[in-house]
């Protein structure tokens, strides 16, 4: 299965994107889906994670400024991000679990800057 992300590019701060990432195909199931996001010189992070049957979690870092939801039918996850900082600059990557295996998306980069 593979993830086809959209969405990232230039936003200035204190402005808003929406990112998407849509599976390939329907595989039987799809548990867990999440971003992460790596900015140059750090580690991956994980940003957000929605569960099959939409409970959340997120990163301290981006609590009440990203929300993340998914529409099952379209096998498809998205990341609302409002209030963006330049600390937000980093290439998003999508997953999906579909048990035994994780599939990535390619990355999209977003970068906050005036």
């Known amino acids: 299965v593979q993830l086809v992300e959209s969405g990232g590019g230039l936003v200035q701060p204190g ?27 750090k580690q991956r992070e994980l940003v957000a994670v929605i569960t099959s049957v939409s409970m959340t979690n ?23 991000m409002n209030s963006l900082k330049p600390e937000d600059t980093a290439v998003y990557y999508c997953y999906a679990d579909l048990r035994p295996v ?11 800057s005036s």
Not at 18 to 39: K, N
Not at 60 to 78: C, E, H, L, M, P
């Open 15 to 41: 402005g808003s994107l929406t990112l998407s990432c849509a599976a390939s195909e329907s595989p039987f199931r799809i548990y867990d889906m999440g971003w992460y996001r790596q900015a140059p010189g």
């Open 58 to 80: 997120y990163a301290d870092s981006v609590k009440g400024r990203f929300t993340i939801s998914r529409d099952n039918a379209k096998n498809t996850v998205y990341l609302q």
């Open 102 to 112: 994780v599939s990535w998306g390619q990355g999209t980069q977003v970068l906050v």
